[in-house]
C-alpha cells in the first residue's frame, strides 16, 4: 500500500464509508479506460503497430510495483521476485519506448517535388 | 462524490492516529504529484499517435511520464536497498535497448509478443510478492477486495505469459503455426478456465491464514499458466492479429490490477489505456475478419472448411505469366495498386517493391498501396514494413479509402496476400471467410499474384481470384521475383 492512499484507506476505514477507497480506484479506472477508448479509436490504421508497441511499453508501468518488491527487503523471496520484476518490466519499457520511436521515425510523408 | 478535500480532515487526524512504521509526508507528496504527472503525460502520449506527425513526440513525453513515475518510486520509504533494483534497471534496460536497436522491422510481431510476456511476468511476480509478504512475513490477512485484485493480477498475468510465449513461438516459427488441435480441447480449455475462476472464488471468500489458502494460491498461478499456453496452440498464425491483440489488452488489466493491489493510480491509469487499446485493437482485427472473439478463440479454423472451398475450383486452371509479360504491363500502366500481405513480410521483400513503385513513377505511373487491416501478422504490420522501405505514409490506403479506386487501376499487383483479396468473403456464403471484407484486387483491369507456389493460403482456402481470366500468377519467392520485375521494368 503506498503513500497518501494507504492513509486515504486508514481514513476511509475508520469512517462509516469503508468502500470509499476501493471505488475511488474503480472510478480512476473507468475513467482512465474511457479516455483510452476516445482517443485509441482515434489512431489511424497506419499507425496500429507503433500504437501496440506503446502500449506495451506503457504496460510495463508494473515497474512502479516491482521496484519496491525488489529495494524494500521484506523478504529475500520478495527481493528475489522483485530483481526479476523489475528487469523484465525495464526490457518492456526500454525496449518498447525505443522500438517505437525507431518506427515513429520511418512514417514519412511524401517529399513535394 | 468526495474530494480529497472533504475527506482531509479525516485523513490528517487518522494519519496522527495510527502508528505506520513511518511517516514521510512531504516524500508521499512528492510521489503523488510524480504519478500524477506520469498519468497525464502518458496520455498526452498516446494522443499524438492520433496524428502521424506529431506521434513521435507524443511518445518521447509518454517515455519522460514513464521516467517520472520510476523516479518518484525510488524515493519511497520502504526501500531500504538500492543494488538489486540498479541491477535489474540496467540489465533490463540493457537487454530492452539491444532488442530494439538490432531487431529487424520484420520481426516486430514476434518482439511484440515476448514483450507482452515480459510485462506480465513483472505484473505475475510483483502480485506473488505482495501475498508472499502480506501473508507470510507480515503474517496478515489479505483482504477480500485485494485478494480479488490480487486474483485478476495473477490469472491475466499468468495465462499472458505463457500465451504470448506461444504467440512468439508460432511468429518465430519455433512452433507450428498451424493451429494444434485435439480431441475435447474446446472442452478442456474451457474447464480449466472454470477450474481457475473456482478457485479464484475460494481464495476471495476463505480466509488467507491457513496453509491451503497459499497452496491455492500458487496452483491457480499454475492453472493460469496452463490455460495461456492451451488458448493460444489451437490459434493459427493468420490469426494472430487478434491474439496479439487480445494479449495485448489483458497485460494492460493485469498492470492495472497490480495498481489495484499496490493501491497505485498511476498503475490503474496506464494499465487501463493498455487494456482500452488492446479490446479496441482486438475487436477491429475480429470485425475485419468478420468473425467473433469466440470464433477466432475456439474457432480453431482449418481442415473442415478446406474442402468445401476446394470442390468449387476443380477442373479450373491458372494463368502463370512470365517475368517479361508482367513488367511489361506494370511498366506501360498508367494506375497500379499494390497489395501487400504476410508473404512480402516473409520474403523481405519491402525494399524491391518501393523500388518497383519508384520505377512505375519515374515513367509516369502512378502506385498506391492497398493496406488490409489484417494484412501480415500484427495489425498496422505493413504499413510498418513499407513506411521501413521508405515508401511515403500518404501512399499507404486503408482498405475503405481505396476499395473504390480498383476499378479504375490498370494493374493490381498482388503480393503474398491471399485471404483478404479472396472474392469467395464477398460471393461465397458456403466459404469460411465469407462475410470478410475483402480489398477489391478483382476489379482492377488485370491482377498480377506473386505466390510461392499453388497451395492454398494458410487458411486453406481455395481463392477463386487466381482463376480469375484476368489474372495471371507469377511463382516464385516474392524478393526474387520482385527483383526480377525490377530488372525488366528498368530495360522496357
Keep these: 500500500m503506498t503513500s497518501l492512499s494507504s492513509v486515504f484507506l486508514l481514513a476511509a476505514e475508520g469512517s462509516s464509508t469503508s468502500l470509499t477507497l476501493p471505488f475511488l480506484r474503480f472510478y480512476v479506472f473507468v475513467l482512465a479506460g474511457f479516455i483510452g477508448y476516445q482517443i485509441i479509436t482515434k489512431v489511424p490504421a497506419l499507425l496500429h503497430t507503433p500504437l501496440m508497441s506503446a502500449t506495451n511499453a506503457i504496460s510495463g508501468i508494473s515497474l512502479v510495483g516491482s521496484l519496491v518488491a525488489a529495494g524494500a527487503q521484506f523478504s529475500k523471496f520478495s527481493t528475489f521476485l522483485g530483481l526479476v520484476a523489475v528487469t523484465a518490466a525495464t526490457i518492456n519499457v526500454v525496449g518498447g519506448f525505443m522500438i517505437t520511436d525507431r518506427m515513429l521515425k520511418m512514417f514519412k510523408r511524401q517529399e513535394p517535388k | ?492
Design chain 2, 1 to 492: 462524490m468526495l474530494t480529497a478535500f472533504d475527506l482531509l480532515p479525516t485523513i490528517l487526524a487518522a494519519a496522527e492516529a495510527t502508528a505506520l512504521p513511518a511517516q514521510h509526508p512531504v516524500r508521499e507528496v512528492v510521489i503523488e504529484v510524480a504519478y500524477l504527472a506520469a498519468s497525464v503525460l502518458l496520455m498526452l502520449g498516446l494522443r499524438g499517435l492520433t496524428r502521424p506527425d506529431k506521434a513521435r513526440r507524443g511518445m518521447q513525453l509518454a517515455a519522460i511520464g514513464m521516467l517520472v513515475a520510476v523516479l518518484g518510486t525510488l524515493i519511497d520509504f520502504r526501500i531500504v536497498d538500492y543494488t538489486w533494483i540498479a541491477l535489474g534497471l540496467i540489465v533490463g534496460a540493457g537487454v530492452g535497448a539491444a532488442m530494439s536497436i538490432w531487431m529487424p522491422m520484420t520481426a516486430i510481431p514476434q518482439r511484440t509478443a515476448i514483450s507482452h510476456a515480459f510485462g506480465a511476468l513483472a505484473a505475475t511476480l510483483v502480485g506473488i510478492s505482495h501475498y508472499d509478504y502480506v501473508t507470510r512475513v507480515l503474517g496478515e490477512q489479505v483482504s477480500r477486495f485485494d485478494m480479488a485484485a490480487l486474483g485478476f493480477e495473477v490469472i491475466f498475468g499468468s495465462l499472458t505469459i505463457t500465451g504470448s510465449l506461444m504467440a512468439f513461438g508460432k511468429l518465430q516459427e519455433l512452433l507450428p503455426s498451424a493451429p494444434i488441435t485435439y480431441k475435447f480441447q474446446n472442452a478442456s480449455n474451457i474447464g480449466l478456465f472454470v477450474l481457475a475462476v473456482l478457485m479464484f472464488l475460494f481464495l476471495v471468500f476463505t480466509s488467507s491464514d491457513s496453509a491451503s489458502h497459499t497452496v491455492l494460491f500458487y496452483l491457480m498461478v499454475l492453472v493460469g499458466l496452463a490455460v495461456g499456453v492451451l488458448i493460444v496452440i489451437p490459434i493459427g498464425g493468420a490469426d494472430m492479429p487478434v491474439v496479439i491483440s487480445l494479449l495485448n489488452s489483458y497485460a494492460g488489466l493485469a498492470s492495472s490490477a497490480t495498481g489495484f493491489v499496490l493501491g497505485n493510480n498511476v498503475l490503474i491509469i496506464a494499465g487501463a489505456l493498455d487494456g482500452a487499446s488492446g479490446f479496441i485493437l482486438s475487436i477491429l482485427m475480429s470485425k475485419a475478419m468478420n468473425r467473433s472473439f469466440t470464433n477466432v478463440l475456439f474457432g480453431a479454423f482449418g481442415a473442415p472448411t478446406a474442402a468445401a472451398g476446394a470442390a468449387s475450383t476443380a477442373g479450373l486452371s491458372v494463368r502463370p505469366i512470365s517475368v517479361e509479360d508482367a513488367a511489361a504491363q506494370l511498366a506501360y500502366a498508367r494506375e497500379v495498386i499494390i497489395v501487400p500481405g504476410y508473404g512480402m513480410a516473409v520474403a523481405q521483400a519491402q525494399h524491391q517493391v518501393r523500388e518497383l513503385a519508384e520505377l512505375i513513377e519515374k515513367r509516369g505511373g502512378e502506385v498506391k498501396f492497398a493496406i488490409h487491416p489484417v494484412a501480415g501478422r500484427m495489425p498496422g504490420h505493413m504499413n510498418v514494413l513499407l513506411a521501413e522501405a521508405n515508401v511515403p505514409y500518404d501512399k499507404l490506403l486503408e482498405m475503405d479509402e481505396i476499395n473504390d479506386q480498383f476499378s479504375r487501376a490498370d494493374v493490381a499487383l498482388v503480393i503474398g496476400a491471399n485471404d483478404v483479396v479472396n472474392p469467395a468473403a464477398c460471393n461465397d456464403p458456403s466459404s469460411p471467410i465469407y462475410g470478410m471484407p475483402i480489398l477489391n484486387a478483382d476489379q482492377a483491369q488485370s491482377v498480377i499474384v506473386l505466390k510461392r507456389s499453388m497451395n492454398p493460403g494458410f487458411a486453406g482456402i481455395e481463392n477463386a481470384l487466381f482463376y480469375d481470366p484476368k489474372c495471371s500468377l507469377l511463382f516464385g519467392d516474392a524478393k526474387a521475383s520482385l527483383s526480377k520485375l525490377v530488372a525488366e521494368v528498368k530495360t522496357a
